[in-house]
Structure formats: structure tokens, C-alpha cells
């Protein structure tokens, strides 16, 4: 029994009681580790807690022990509002976890883009597959077109409780031909034409995956005493980070155990011509301390588009200043290039205990609440003078337009926004919540009409071409350019 359902043998059951039908997006952190020992919750917690940027709505952990005996828990809110021991159903999640002392786990932080943020909505999925059985599966990404897919499977017999494309994914492995999970999972990257990293477990394997694209970042490495440790996110992998292999794309990693045997193998299933990994990941997504390339972070490739966007920038300032935190990087490789002082680079100040990134948040009003609460502008450093404000993207403007209120209401004389990257003109389908086009800042607008809507006195983007060229020295695969260009790397209707 898991969450009061029965698993029903030879048949397709969910096992997570998902009880809402609204479409839904996922952009979410991902975690996992498979071990010859206990792995304890507290480890489990921590890792979620790494990749909790990412997400904030819902955190979800399935684990499984080695005499295949399952265990979940979902909670709303971050991970360490979730997991305490004031919550209920996270002590008796912990109470489980004694008893069947799990050696395989997933975790997933959830960032809605659609529909309500309550715990129906929180991963990991679990279904049941009628030769391999139980298993649960995280996913981060989204899945075009998946209807497509849902229609094939209800032909087979699937139902489904969600629009989630989550859900999507799950059921296609459930009605694999496949006799393992493993198995099953590359059949779904052969078969799938989607933006996905996934993590999955069954009581046989761990295995995780990316598409042949390479949209989404996925991580794994050996802790040194039997364990294996995957993450979205390099940093989060704890202890092993510095001995991180990216999983390239396209990708299957299996952990399992034959006999006493451990074993963890990656297998390139589906190799494309060019890759498409997503730009914004990179510019505005990824924890400053996430890799790229060899020896290069993504503080590195910040740094580097803020010194491109000051060759290209027409505009004088006195002083710049850095939208914490994805702003700043970008914000010192500007000033480095222009021979600007950075001695007043907290003039704009983030409240680290105001909720967090309001891109990532549903609701409109929450957004704008939440950006004046979390931002203050110190008056004493940008008084009658010319700020140049640096901050990786606009998306809906609502970030731009209120810290230029602010910034005139500390007495700034003009302010001019630097984009290090270029203006996002169409929708994301691939797992990016970004709004409608009509929402979108950029979409049918030029410079001098988002200056204008955000009330400041000037914005530069950094040209597409530049952009690529700058990423392009730290990773030689292909990017997405979708949002810029509305060069869809996979078709959307
Ligand atoms: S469309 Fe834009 S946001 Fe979406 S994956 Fe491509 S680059 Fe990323």
C-alpha cells in the first residue's frame, strides 16, 4: 500500500492520489542517489534543500529499499517549511524510512507554472508497470505536444488524472515493452521528442536521463563509499561535487545492483546533430556555482556577457549596479570593462528572508508585492547620479519597472537598464514558464518601447550573435534560441 492505493498486479495503477485536471508545466529541481547503504533522510533533505532555487511551491522524495519496499512523502512550500517535525506526514514519512531503511531515493523541488500550488501537483509520480512493477519518477521540463502521446496511450488503456506532462512521461514507461525500468527509460528517450531530465526508481534500479536535445542540466557522481548522487544542479551533489560527471545528452545512467554487484553505467541512446540547451538556464536559472565545460562556472559566463554587453552599450553612466543575485556577476564584468568604480555595487540590496525569485511565482499581484518587499535602494549611493542597472533578463517587466520607481524615488537621475543577454520576444515550450506573448516585455516592442514601459531613460540587450559567441567558448554545443528567435528546436502547435 502507498498513500492508501493498492498496487493491482499486471495492470498500469497510480499510486500518487493526484485529484486536479488543470494543464500543467514543470520547471522544477531534481534529485536522487542509489547506495549499498541506508541512505538517511537527512541526506535526502539537505539535497533537496540545494535545489530548492528552483522551485518553491512543493517538495516530493520517494525512496525504496533493497527488499523493494516504497515510501513518499509530498509537502507544500519550501523544503525546509515541509520537512520538519511539525509536520505530521513528514514524521510518519520518517518513521517509514526507519523501518525500511531505503538505499535508492528521488526528490523533486516543484515550481508551478499553471494551475493551483497545492500538493496534488508535487512529483515524485508513481506508477506500476505490469513486468518490473512500482516505480516513481521525477521530471524536470516540459513535453510538447504531449497530448499526442496521452491519446496513443488512453487507446491502450491509460487513464489519467492530471494534464501534467509529468504524468505523460510515467505512463509511457509504464506501457513499455521493457522488462526493467531501465529498459523502459531508453525506450522513452529513443521515442520522445521532448524537453526532459528525469530521475526514476524502481526496487531493481535508479536511472536517470536527459533528452536528445540536452534542454535541461542533470548531474551524477560517486561518493567514494558504494553511493551514487544525482542532481539538476552540480552543487547540490554535496560531497561528490568535485568529482561531477554531466550527463551528456540524450543520456541514460543506470544505477543498480546485480548479485553483490553495484554498478552505475551511462549509455548515449539518441545522438542529435545539434544539441539545444536552454540559454536562460545558464544566464538567469543555474546556481552561480553550477558548471560549465571544464573548468568554467556559470558565475564565469555572467561575467563574461556583462563585459561583451559593455563593448556593445552605447550608453554613459556614473555607476553601475547588479539586480542581485543573477545580476551582479554580469554587473562586475561590465564595470571591469568600462573602468567603472563597483564601490557602490549594493546599491540595491536583496532581503534574503523575503520569499524568493518572482518569476517563479504563480500569481501576478504576489510578483509585484514581492519584488518591493524583497529589494531596497540605497539613497545614499545613487543620489543624483546616472545608474546603469544590470539584471540578466526582462520577462514580464514587473522587476525592471518597479526598481526603476525605486531607484527615482532615492533621488537617481537617470536610470538605463543593461541586458546581458537578448530580449525575450516568443513563449517557451519547453519548461520555462514564460507568460503569453501579450505579457511578454519584449514581444512587439523595440529598446525605446521598454524603456518607456518601464519608465527608465534607456535599455541595451546584448545582440543574440554576441550572446552565442560568448556561451560558445564554454560549451561548443548548440543552444536554444527559441524565446529569442522563434527558431523552435522541436515543433510546437
Ligand atoms: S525557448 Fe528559451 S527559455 Fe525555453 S528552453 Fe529554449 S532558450 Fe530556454
Redesign the pocket.
Known amino acids: 500500500m502507498i498513500g492508501g492505493t493498492k498496487v493491482k498486479s499486471g495492470g498500469w495503477l497510480h499510486l500518487h492520489n493526484i485529484v486536479t485536471y488543470k494543464k500543467e508545466q514543470e520547471m522544477c529541481g531534481i534529485c536522487g542517489a542509489f547506495s549499498q547503504n541506508t541512505i538517511p533522510v537527512d541526506f535526502m533533505v539537505k539535497q533537496a534543500v540545494k535545489v530548492n532555487h528552483r522551485g518553491h511551491e512543493a517538495v516530493g522524495l520517494a525512496q525504496v529499499s533493497c527488499d523493494g519496499q516504497f515510501n513518499h512523502f509530498v509537502g507544500q512550500g519550501l523544503v525546509r517549511t515541509a520537512c520538519t517535525a511539525s509536520n505530521p506526514k513528514f514524521c510518519e514519512f520518517c518513521d517509514r524510512a526507519r523501518e525500511i531503511a531505503p538505499t535508492a531515493y528521488i526528490g523533486h523541488t516543484r515550481y508551478s507554472t499553471v494551475g493551483p500550488s497545492d500538493l496534488a501537483h508535487g512529483q515524485p509520480i508513481g506508477m506500476c508497470h505490469p513486468k518490473f512493477g512500482q516505480f516513481y519518477v521525477v521530471h524536470n521540463g516540459q513535453i510538447p505536444r504531449h497530448e499526442v502521446l496521452r491519446k496513443e496511450l488512453e487507446a491502450q488503456g491509460q487513464w489519467f488524472q492530471t494534464q501534467s506532462d509529468t504524468e505523460t512521461l510515467a505512463a509511457v514507461i509504464a506501457h513499455s515493452e521493457a522488462t526493467t525500468l531501465a529498459g523502459a527509460v531508453y525506450d522513452l528517450v529513443e521515442r520522445v521528442d521532448g524537453?526532459f531530465s528525469i530521475i526514476a526508481i524502481s526496487d531493481q534500479h535508479l536511472v536517470a536521463a536527459r533528452d536528445a536535445h540536452g534542454?535541461w542540466p542533470l548531474w551524477y557522481g560517486f561518493d567514494g563509499n558504494g553511493g551514487v548522487v544525482f542532481a539538476s544542479e552540480e552543487p547540490a551533489l554535496g560531497r561528490v561535487y568535485y568529482r561531477a560527471e554531466y550527463i551528456p545528452a540524450g543520456t541514460v545512467v543506470v544505477s543498480d545492483k546485480a548479485g553483490d554487484e553495484y554498478g552505475t553505467k551511462a549509455q548515449t541512446v539518441r545522438r542529435l546533430e545539434r544539441t539545444?540547451a536552454?540559454?536562460?538556464?545558464a544566464v538567469y536559472l543555474s546556481r552561480p556555482d553550477e558548471g560549465i565545460g571544464s573548468t568554467a562556472t556559470m558565475s564565469n559566463v555572467r561575467y563574461a556577457l556583462g563585459g561583451a554587453l559593455a563593448d556593445v552599450c552605447q550608453v554613459d553612466v556614473d555607476m553601475v549596479v547588479g539586480v542581485p543575485d543573477s545580476g551582479l556577476d554580469a554587473m562586475f564584468g561590465f564595470a571591469k570593462k568600462r573602468g567603472l568604480s563597483t564601490e557602490d555595487w549594493r546599491a540595491i540590496v536583496r532581503n534574503r528572508f523575503a520569499p524568493g525569485r518572482s518569476f517563479i511565482l504563480p500569481g501576478q499581484e504576489d510578483r509585484q508585492d514581492v519584488i518591493r518587499d524583497k529589494h531596497s535602494v540605497t539613497m545614499r549611493m545613487v543620489h543624483g547620479k546616472r545608474v546603469g542597472v544590470v539584471d540578466d533578463t526582462i520577462v514580464r517587466s514587473n522587476t525592471a519597472r518597479i526598481l526603476t520607481q525605486m531607484l527615482y524615488e532615492a533621488g537617481a537621475m537617470e536610470v538605463h537598464w543593461f541586458i546581458p543577454a537578448p530580449p525575450?520576444r516568443?513563449c517557451?515550450?519547453?519548461?520555462?514558464d514564460?507568460p503569453t506573448l501579450r505579457e511578454l516585455a519584449a514581444h512587439g516592442r523595440d529598446e525605446k518601447q521598454i524603456a518607456h514601459m518601464i519608465g527608465a531613460n534607456s535599455v541595451t540587450y546584448l545582440p543574440l550573435p554576441v550572446m552565442l559567441a560568448v556561451l560558445e567558448r564554454y560549451n561548443r554545443y548548440g543552444?536554444?534560441?527559441?524565446?529569442?528567435d522563434g527558431d523552435?528546436p522541436i515543433a510546437v502547435t
Do not use: E, P, R, S
Not at 428 to 432: E, L
Open positions: 524537453a534542454f539545444h536552454c540559454w536562460l538556464n525575450i516568443f517557451c515550450y519547453y519548461g520555462i514564460t543552444w536554444c534560441t527559441a524565446c529569442v523552435y
